[in-house]
């Protein structure tokens, strides 16, 4: 037996498959406020724009949510919440660094308690 068997694939130049992790698509952050690992949205969202569980969000977004062309990068603050017309829960963010506000639609999977305690605080 003459011929030679290779195991691996390294000189074919196939391409190897990239770990999840460093997938652009994969919205994996971690928490700037409670430190906690967030993952992407499971269902009913675009974009995440705040932690699920302490609800601070970070100032990325200039003028449209989700163009992250601000330089500012401070911690938003969770200053309120209010029900829209359709039943929509958003909360609103003030930013610790400029002071800008923002409305954010909240996820489906938010703590919704959280939410609820802010809706009753900004009356
Ligand atoms: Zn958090
Ligand atoms: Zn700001």
Not at 43 to 68: A, E, F, I, M, Q
Not at 71 to 85: E, I, K, N, S, Y
Request: glycine letters at 10%.
């Amino acid at each position: 037996m003459s011929r030679t068997y290779r195991y691996g694939r390294s000189e074919d130049g196939e391409s190897r498959e990239r770990p999840a992790w460093s997938r652009p698509d994969q919205q994996t952050f971690r928490c700037r406020h409670c430190k906690v690992v967030v993952g992407p949205i499971p269902y009913g969202g675009k974009h995440r724009n705040h932690c699920p569980y302490c609800l601070y969000s970070r100032h990325v977004d200039d003028r449209t949510p989700g163009d992250r062309a601000s330089h500012c990068g401070a911690l938003m603050a969770p200053a309120g919440a209010f029900t829209r017309a359709r039943g929509e829960h958003a909360v609103v963010h003030r930013c610790l660094g400029c002071g800008v506000e923002r409305h954010n639609r909240i996820a489906a999977d938010d703590d919704f308690a959280r939410v609820l305690g802010l809706l009753a605080g900004s009356r």
